[in-house]
């Protein structure tokens, strides 16, 4: 469960500056591997990301500009460590379509979003496949593509909905030792009816056919 001191707000406004830095897809997979992993070095960071630790100890060095990340305590004096300073960065959505900046922020954020879904799906089917993962997990791993009619005010309670319970059971399962770190990557995104004659939007809007999680499946 994150509670609110472990969370970064961001205004478009008050933080222009900071969601300017932050609007770079390796700074924000640098702090995501941070957030995920804990602590680690630029070196470390550039073996995960392929990156050359002089990249990534240069974005590091920005994104501590803008308090993402911190220096974290040192294994030895030769290299300096990294700490993200909050669990998890969160913003207004009506307020984060103020500004051409934190627009970017918010698509490109949502792309490695995307990207970090994929690289998950690729490592749980590698774990199931090498008995990292035991059978007790099948019936409840899965990912859901339902495309329900909502108003604005029904998403909105859906998703504060969706983040009470998160956190309900988040603090259940704390002390549980059968617990797992979850990937769990949820989306809202309300779509225009296509143009008459637009058979490309279209397309794009239909439910995919034979992808829906079987009865054993999480929605």
Same mark, same amino acid.
């Given at each position: 469960m994150v509670n609110d001191e472990q969370r970064r707000v961001l205004d478009p406004e008050r933080d222009a500056a900071a969601l300017k830095a932050l609007t770079h897809p390796l700074r924000i997979r640098l702090l995501g591997l941070l957030r995920q992993h804990?602590?680690?070095? #630029?070196?470390?960071?550039?073996?995960?990301?392929?990156?050359?630790?002089?990249? !990534?100890?240069?974005?590091?060095?920005? /994104?501590? $500009?803008? #308090?993402?990340?911190?220096? &974290?305590?040192?294994?030895?004096?030769?290299?300096?460590?990294?700490?993200?300073?909050?669990? #998890? !960065?969160?913003?207004?959505?009506?307020?984060? &379509?103020?500004?051409?900046?934190?627009? =970017?922020?918010?698509?490109?954020?949502r792309r490695v979003q995307i990207e970090h879904l994929e690289a998950s799906l690729v490592r749980h089917e590698a774990d199931v496949a090498e008995g990292r993962l035991g059978q007790e997990w099948a019936g409840a791993a899965g990912i859901s593509d339902r495309l329900p009619r909502l108003t604005p005010e029904s998403l909105t309670e859906l998703w504060? =909905? /969706?983040?009470? $319970?998160?956190?309900?059971?988040?603090?259940?399962?704390?002390?549980?030792?059968? =617990?797992?770190?979850?990937?769990?990557?949820?989306?809202?995104?309300?779509?225009?009816?296509? #143009?008459?004659?637009? &058979?490309? &939007?279209a397309a794009a809007g239909a439910e995919p056919e034979g992808v829906r999680p079987d009865a054993g499946s999480a929605s």
């Open positions: 804990g602590p680690a070095t #630029a070196s470390e960071l550039a073996v995960r990301t392929g990156e050359s630790s002089a990249s !990534t100890s240069y974005h590091l060095r920005v /994104l501590a $500009k803008y #308090a993402f990340v911190a220096e &974290a305590e040192h294994r030895d004096g030769r290299e300096r460590r990294w700490r993200a300073v909050h669990a #998890a !960065t969160s913003w207004s959505g009506g307020d984060m &379509a103020a500004t051409p900046d934190s627009r =970017a922020y918010v698509g490109l954020s504060d =909905a /969706l983040h009470r $319970k998160l956190d309900e059971l988040t603090t259940r399962d704390a002390a549980d030792p059968r =617990a797992a770190q979850v990937v769990l990557l949820t989306a809202g995104l309300p779509l225009a009816p296509p #143009a008459e004659g637009d &058979a490309d &939007a």
